[in-house]
């Protein structure tokens, strides 16, 4: 069998999916022993015009990791997708916006605001903005035009496979590599994970689900054996996809979502705000107040890596 | 279009048990109300998931309002109180999403209390009137 072809790019994003490719340590031998690999700006020197001389459909895989929200990105979202027989939306920011959505509670002119003016470490007294034309001596130089909106990656080009995660644990991206070495991918459209909830693979003692308090993280050390939502610690667990092998319960840290909805759940944070409020268990004004008081950030904590897919998007202002 | 012409659409989830026949008692007792909710009977508030919140404004509703039994009188028991916990904190959700405090209300409404679903329905009309339709506020682009 020839070589598969695989690119692997990251748009708005940290780094860190990259880095989780690395993760799976001796297997990367694998992976080139499979595939060779004609794009990966992080690690590899190849430019984007070798992509654009290349014939459409000739990438055999497109691992694509991070959100998109400015041209460049859109721009080579669409080129690889032209290039590739299979786009897969790769990590939380590719699958549902991931951590730079939350920049959708606003708009680029309060994002450049802080950026390059509020933020301590500027010094920016001119208030200098990052502009699309600059010119220069040796003629103009082209910045790509920032969005006011972060999307996921199925937002701007169709996607076959999503693998979310942040980052995509080293188990599921064997699974990918292994069903593209065996030619056994799923259908189109499968997200690479559990089809069931957090809930459903986490091992700790659940009773009932009653609470009076919610604590933050730094407020309690969580007895490790026990339900977190119980403790009354927010824990996504309800609200998340399983497929994680529950690292972060493990680590005796609440779920944070970032594998997204379930199957057949259209919005992960309603569904979640919908099963706090639902076990919380007060009936006076006086204590739901309270609550209301406890959950400090109701929208970045149940849309922490999922505001491009939710049913709102942003913010209207 | 100006406020003054602006007929607002608002989605209303109404209990099977209490507000819906409190509705229904309006409607016999021909008591005029603002024709501008669309009324949508559920077997109790408690039913009303938060999606349907969303779901309701992305299809272009105006506001929402949910209407159910009185503390005490759910016919499940704690459906409303449930609802009495999710309405609020969805409400300071959709602020941080800027979606104005005017636009969803929850109320409890009795079988009895004809004139009550009928002032409810006029205030929040009112209200919502003054906010302007739903979608005119998104200038921001995607």
Avoid at chain 1, 84 to 99: H, L, T, W, Y
Avoid at chain 2, 30 to 49: E, F, L, Q, T
Avoid at chain 2, 106 to 117: C, I, K, T
Wanted: with cysteine; charged share 25%.
């Amino acid at each position: 069998m020839a070589k598969l072809k695989l690119a692997l790019y990251w748009a708005a994003s940290c780094g860190g999916c990259d880095v989780a490719v690395l993760d799976v340590n001796e297997k990367i031998l694998d992976v080139a022993e499979l595939a060779d690999i004609v794009l990966w700006p992080i690690a590899l020197d190849f430019k984007y015009h070798h992509v654009e001389a290349m014939d459409d459909g000739s990438i055999d895989v497109c691992l694509f990791n991070g959100s998109v929200r400015n041209t460049e990105q859109e721009h080579i979202a669409k080129l690889l997708r032209q290039k590739s027989k299979v786009m897969v939306a790769f990590g939380s920011c590719a699958c549902s916006g991931g951590i730079p959505a939350l920049a959708n509670f606003i708009n680029r002119d309060l994002a450049f605001e802080r950026a390059y003016v509020e933020a301590p470490t500027n010094a920016n007294a001119d208030r200098t903005f990052p502009q699309l034309l600059t010119k220069v001596e040796e003629g103009e130089l082209e910045l790509p035009e920032f969005y006011d909106t972060v999307s996921a990656l199925d937002q701007v080009v169709a996607v076959e496979y999503y693998v979310p995660g942040c980052p995509p644990p080293v188990d599921l991206i064997l699974k990918v590599v292994d069903a593209l070495a065996t030619n056994s991918l799923p259908p189109p459209g499968s997200v690479i994970a559990s089809e069931k909830t957090l809930c459903d693979e986490c091992e700790r003692v659940k009773e009932e689900k009653k609470i009076t308090r919610i604590y933050r993280p730094h407020e309690i050390i969580p007895d490790p054996e026990k339900c977190l939502l119980e403790q009354g610690v927010i824990c996504m667990g309800p609200a998340t996809r399983g497929g994680c092998g529950a690292r972060c319960i493990l680590a005796n840290m609440p779920c944070r979502g970032c594998f997204g909805p379930p199957a057949g759940v259209y919005d992960q944070g309603a569904k979640m705000l919908s099963a706090l409020a639902s076990i919380y268990d007060v009936k006076d004004e006086a204590d739901i107040a309270r609550m209301l008081e406890e959950v400090k950030d109701p929208a970045g904590t149940f849309y922490r890596f999922g505001m491009s897919t939710s049913m709102l998007k942003r913010k209207r202002m | 279009m100006s406020n003054n012409d602006f007929e607002p659409k608002i989605v209303g989830f109404l209990c099977n048990w209490c507000s819906y026949r409190g509705a229904d008692m309006a409607g016999i007792a021909r008591i005029k109300s603002a024709p501008n909710v669309r009324i949508v009977r559920v077997m109790c508030s408690g039913r009303v998931d938060p999606v349907f919140v969303l779901k309701a404004f992305e299809q272009g509703a105006d506001g929402v309002l949910i209407l159910g039994c009185h503390p005490g009188d759910c016919h499940y028991a704690e459906g409303n109180y449930k609802t009495a916990r999710r309405v609020p904190l969805l409400k300071k959700m959709l602020e941080q999403l800027g979606i104005e405090d005017g636009r969803v209300h929850l109320d409890w409404v009795s079988a009895a209390e004809g004139d009550r679903f009928a002032s409810i329905v006029n205030e929040m009309t009112e209200k919502v009137k003054e906010l302007g339709p739903f979608h005119a506020n998104g200038g921001v682009n995607g």
